[in-house]
């Protein structure tokens, strides 16, 4: 998620243009784009009358951040955000609690989806075509659901993953003047052929090329990068326990850009007890259906 661009004096959007011969014809976006531009317009307001470093969305932004980074209890945000509200004037727009720090950013509709997947990860449920509402695995019989014994036949899911849907992600690198233009920095921008000095400079890219010559004809279609690995979430002393993150990265930035945290999309979480190995294809589904 991109969060550098969103204070009130740097979030400015493109609007879309198309080329008719050599001249540019300015088009009007669709619903769910001005949506989104009328939203961002809204919480961009700056955070009190004459305040110039923070709006109501970079201040939830900054505050959720401070949260995740230090591990903070969601009591202590309350307290928190309740503390820097006081501080300010009366007509602050800080929000009060965790629930309205969550709802704000939620507009940006950045959000995640959850989905059933089979313990030993042979299956996903996540469409109709795809087994969707079953109840067991149809490869290893296990079932979906357990039954918590504490509150009689309660179900509870086994196992799930997170998917970050990355379609919105991407459109956001294009909505931005700050990040549109670089977009087409590595078809744009002449490098000495001889020095490798960005991932389109190597011979996979280059054979790519060769191969889809329609997709390589239009600077702005997004090269991606993607990489997968796992760690214990719980440190070195905790119980034995993997968990995967699948990352996507674009690779039409400068290398400046293109390698900096901010464009690195945490794509899919796959929780599981150990390495997922050949069946990390299965949690791939989602992410290979959007591509």
């Known amino acids: 998620m991109i969060t550098d661009h969103v204070g009130p004096s740097n979030a400015h959007c493109m609007q879309p243009e198309s080329v008719i011969g050599s ?4 088009e009007n976006p669709d619903l769910e784009t001005q949506n989104f531009f009328n939203m961002l317009v809204v919480a961009q307001a700056p955070l009190w009358e004459g305040c110039e470093n923070h709006s109501e969305l970079s201040a939830s932004l900054e505050a959720l951040s401070l949260k995740s980074g230090y591990n903070m209890s969601e009591g202590c945000f309350n307290r928190m955000v309740q503390l820097m509200g006081e501080a300010m004037p009366k007509d602050h727009r800080m929000v009060n609690n965790f629930f309205q720090a969550k709802k ?32 067991n695995c149809f490869i ?30 991407l459109r956001r690198l294009y909505f931005s003047v700050a990040t549109a233009p670089h977009l087409r920095w590595h078809s744009e921008n002449q490098r000495d052929p001889s020095i490798l000095s960005h991932p389109s400079d190597g011979e996979a890219c280059k054979h790519f090329d060769r191969m889809h010559p329609d997709f390589s004809q239009d600077p702005r279609n997004v090269r ?20 995967w993150p699948v990352i996507l990265t674009p690779y039409n930035p400068p290398p400046s ?6 464009f690195m999309f945490l794509t899919i979480l796959v929780p599981v007890p150990s390495n997922p190995k050949h069946k990390i294809d299965v949690f791939l589904q989602p992410l290979i259906d959007d591509l």
Request: proline share 4%.
């Open 23 to 26: 001249e540019y014809m300015e």
């Open 104 to 135: 704000s950013v939620e507009k940006l509709g950045l959000g995640c989806t959850k989905i059933d997947c089979c313990p030993k990860g042979c299956m996903l449920y996540y469409r109709e075509n795809c087994h969707k509402s079953r109840t």
């Open 140 to 169: 290893c019989r296990m079932e979906r659901y357990k039954t918590n014994t504490r509150k009689g036949f309660d179900k509870k899911i086994v196992k799930k993953m997170w998917y970050f849907p990355i379609i919105p992600r």
């Open 224 to 243: 991606l990068g993607l990489c997968a690995n796992g760690f214990n979430p719980f440190g070195q002393y905790g119980k034995r326990y993997s968990c």
């Open 257 to 262: 850009m293109c390698m900096k945290r901010e």
